[in-house]
């Protein structure tokens, strides 16, 4: 996904104070002017244009900015990075900053601005109070929800002094009012930490274990008893929890009171608040541009009422009056009449013309579907250890993105990972839907989520995390799902780019990628659809080399295998063979390609016949002969669906399309290809083991001689402490070419004996019972070649070679040769000599 800033500086303003370079990491503060280096077309920003520094996100590395008309109305506010910011106006005079009350005035701006976005939710009767028991309190039917908001940059535990404050709060106001039902709300930006000490004794922070201790008596009694050992309670909680059994420690205290945590900065607010009165709008015939123009006005509201000595509340009338007044207009009795004429055409077409009806209904939107859809597969394997990642990952952050290549299981896993947490739950299906159509389809579900009166939970399955035009749309799920305490489940082909986890105020660790099933698994998979114990343990290991463990690829090789009831049907040899319905499967996944650039097919076809790669020589091998345009982008827009990280440095083609490039392209293309990759993966020169033998096997197959030779230099070059590894590491090279007895490179007499020495050399140290023989088919294909001298040095070197080593028998008759034919040669090689260096002095 590209960086949403654009590099186009050509508008900038040429005032000298504009022109100063992007401002240092540190030197932006709050309420700081700044002003864009970079235009941001998007957003009809250009460089140059100015606003205000309203908060400061990720440790100083961002920031949030605010925009104005003329009118001095808030126009947008937006997320920057520090470089893409500079200071045009700082404070005149250098002052105490300690004096300097920024941090209060963000603190109390988000407390109106999530006061604001309650007030929206308000139910008819509903009443909100500003600064009453708490920042604000919500009084529905019998129950009154006091919420306390906190923006806070420190970790909180369960010993953290505002959430002491928070039960002691809640128990006098509960102690006060016993005729009503009290609950309480922290919301916080603060982040839960483990308590020091562990003083649980349990692997989970205290406030985890707090908000899912539902039925557990024994964590109750652990929350009981630290709260009383730490001594920071109340004397009235505390003498609560001495005479309380676990049950009503959890039902008076514990259920009652949220830790809404690790809340969104204040644009997700905003934006929150932006979403609600547009979808307002429109049921009213009100333009979303219009609607969003209340925001103002509302806060406006909030703050004036919130400073009132009394009567310091707020009502869904109260919003109706102030919607309606800004967006108001005259109507000529003309244009009235107009609408009576088009509302009454409009039940004409709902009723059906003639008296007719019709049950056909078209929705502008894919469905929302409520609740968790069944799984329709007939075995699921319940991959314990990743569904465990998952949870575990969603219990702490509230958002998990399940991210693997095609028909890797991620919706299999997003539907078990559901099922495992109670809740209602919203399912959203993505696959297939144009990119353009998903900013609306996210709106509505935010704006489904922002009418459910209790907590729901949400599944967006198969999203395209590169897409960056629905970014903040995204944002406003997050903020309704996770406002409430609910959880959130992204499954996506794609990595999302830092971007979008820096303005979701997430880390990377949100992200679990799918691996392919390991043999245990596979063995369970088997074991599901019938196969017995002993052939599902052989077969597990077979079908794991066969198809790398790819859900989709073992799941056609096990269905095959259950008709033909778990007994091979062809001889044994052919036990190596890719069995056809494998093939099948990988013949189908190539029809997928067919939505892909030519160059993004290209490119993995070329990379379809490696085993792993590095980037750095991937990028080397999109740039062979028929070039590959901007290899790199091309490459990180196949991670994720095609390619998959197997490590930090290291990627594997899907198991779907393992060796497609030879199911379509010719052979002669395919052995030239695999020339040009071995030159591609020498050109990077530091090189693993396995990357060298990666060289070589690609060099054989594509005849490329400059290729095999680099490889045996660097063989023959290996450091003498470290040969036993190498010729552990090549051992396979005992055994090429050897039966029958041919050479690397038929016709090239100079690759073969330089070959042969090192393969000799291999065998003796890892294959001795091979040497004899290895050193025979050496011997024969020694013949007499040009130049003369070359040849004779080849006879040395092979009749060298035969003497050195002890480990191989070798007649005693063939001995007397070889050491024979090596003082003949010495003799003509001396001989040799001696001519050359009279012929010199000559």
């Known amino acids: 996904m590209k960086n949403k800033f654009s590099d186009n500086t050509s508008n900038i303003d040429s005032s000298p104070e504009r022109n100063q370079a992007p401002t240092e990491k540190g030197k932006i503060k709050l309420l700081d002017v700044v002003a864009l280096t970079q235009d941001v077309p998007e957003h009809n920003l250009k460089r140059g244009e100015v606003g205000t520094v309203v908060e400061i996100l990720a440790n100083g590395e961002a920031f949030e900015v605010e925009f104005s008309e003329d009118d001095g109305q808030m126009s947008k506010c937006l997320s920057f990075l520090a470089s893409q910011l500079k200071v045009i106006h700082q404070a005149p005079i250098k002052a105490d900053a300690k004096r300097q009350a920024t941090d209060s005035i963000e603190g109390y701006r988000y407390q109106i601005l999530h006061s604001v976005n309650a007030w929206l939710d308000l139910a008819d009767n509903d009443i909100l109070y500003l600064e009453i028991a708490e920042d604000f309190d919500i009084e529905s039917d019998e129950t009154f929800t006091t919420t306390q908001v906190k923006h806070t940059q420190d970790p909180i535990t369960l010993r953290s002094q505002q959430v ?95 830790w809404d945590t690790d809340c969104k900065p204040s644009s997700f607010v905003e934006q929150s608040i932006r979403e609600k009165l547009a979808y307002h709008g429109d049921r009213h015939g009100i333009s979303p541009s219009k609607a969003k123009d209340i925001v103002e006005p509302l806060i406006t509201e909030t703050w004036k009422i919130a400073g009132q000595p009394e009567n310091r509340e707020l009502t869904r009338l109260r919003f109706l009056e102030i919607f309606e007044k800004k967006t108001k207009r005259l109507t000529s009795e003309q244009y009235l009449q107009h609408l009576e004429m088009l509302a009454a055409m409009k039940g004409a077409v709902g009723t059906g013309f003639a008296g007719g009806s019709s049950d056909i209904t078209i929705e502008s939107y894919p469905h929302i579907q409520t609740g968790i859809p069944r ?7 319940p991959r314990t250890e990743l569904l465990t990642r998952i949870q575990n990952k969603l219990q702490s952050e509230g958002i998990v993105i399940i991210q693997g290549g095609v028909d890797k299981g991620k919706t299999t896993l997003a539907n078990l990972s559901a099922n495992a947490i109670e809740g209602k739950w919203f399912w959203l299906k993505l696959t297939s839907i144009d990119s353009s159509q998903v900013p609306v389809i996210l709106k509505k579900l935010a704006n489904t989520i922002s009418h459910e009166s209790a907590q729901v939970n949400v599944v967006i399955d198969d999203l395209n995390l590169q897409q960056q035009e629905y970014e903040e749309d995204l944002g406003v799920v997050a903020y309704r799902v996770l406002e409430h305490g609910a959880k959130l489940l992204i499954t996506s082909q794609y990595n999302p780019p830092n971007t979008l ?80 319905e494998v093939v099948k499967e990988r013949e189908e996944a190539r029809q997928l390609l067919m939505g892909l650039s030519e160059n993004q097919r290209k490119f993995l076809y070329r990379l379809s016949l490696l085993t792993e790669f590095r980037k750095d020589y991937s990028l080397n091998i999109g740039e062979i002969p028929e070039p590959i345009s901007d290899p790199g982008d091309v490459f990180s827009q196949l991670v994720g669906p095609w390619i998959d990280q197997a490590s930090e440095n290291y990627y594997t083609i899907s198991p779907l399309l393992k060796n497609a490039a030879k199911d ?16 591609a993966i020498l050109k990077t020169k530091n090189l693993t083991l396995t990357e060298a033998w990666t060289v070589f096997t690609h060099s054989i197959a594509g005849q490329n001689k400059e290729g095999i030779i680099a490889f045996i230099y660097s063989l023959m070059n290996a450091p003498q402490d470290d040969w036993k590894n190498v010729c552990q590491e090549f051992s396979l090279l005992a055994h090429i070419k050897i039966d029958p007895p041919e050479e690397l490179i038929p016709g090239d007499p100079i690759v073969n004996q330089m070959f042969r020495p090192l393969q000799y050399r291999i065998a003796v140290e890892v294959e001795p019972k091979n040497a004899p023989k290895i050193l025979e088919i050496w011997d024969k294909e020694t013949k007499s070649y040009e130049p003369h001298e070359s040849y004779l040095l080849s006879r ?22 070889y050491l024979k034919e090596i003082i003949d040669i010495t003799n003509n090689l001396d001989e040799a000599q001696k001519i050359h260096d009279n012929s010199e002095e000559e």
Not at 664 to 679: D, G, P, R
């Open 796 to 817: 040395l070197m092979l009749a060298t070679q035969a003497l050195m080593y002890y480990q191989v028998l070798i007649q005693a008759k063939q001995m007397v040769a």
């Open 501 to 580: 986890l820096r303005s979701l105020s997430l880390s990377s660790s949100v992200v679990v990628p799918v691996s392919n099933f390991t043999i245990p698994e596979i063995e369970q998979f088997a074991a599901g659809m019938g196969c017995p114990t002993e052939p599902a343990k052989t077969w597990s290991e077979w079908i794991r080399v066969h198809t790398n463990g790819h859900p989709r690829l073992v799941h056609a090789r096990l269905t095959q295998l259950r008709q033909e009831d778990w007994k091979y049907q062809g001889k044994i040899e052919n036990l190596l063979q890719t069995p056809q």
């Open 164 to 258: 002491i404050d928070a039960l002691n709060n809640y128990w006098k106001l509960r102690t006060n009012n016993p005729d009503r039902r009290v609950k309480f709300r922290l919301l916080t930006t603060s982040k839960i930490v483990k308590e020091q000490g562990n003083p649980l004794r349990m692997d989970k922070p205290g406030l985890e274990v707090w908000n899912r201790c539902s039925g557990d008596e024994a964590a109750i009694q652990k929350i009981s008893e630290f709260l009383k050992i730490d001594g920071k309670i109340s004397e009235e909680v505390n003498d609560f929890l001495k005479v309380s059994s676990p049950q009503e420690i959890y039902e008076q205290l514990i259920e009652p009171i949220t």
């Open 375 to 381: 799984i329709y597969l007939d075995v699921v394997v």
């Open 664 to 679: 379509v392209w010719s052979k002669s293309k395919i052995s030239a290809l695999q020339a040009e990759i071995a030159n």
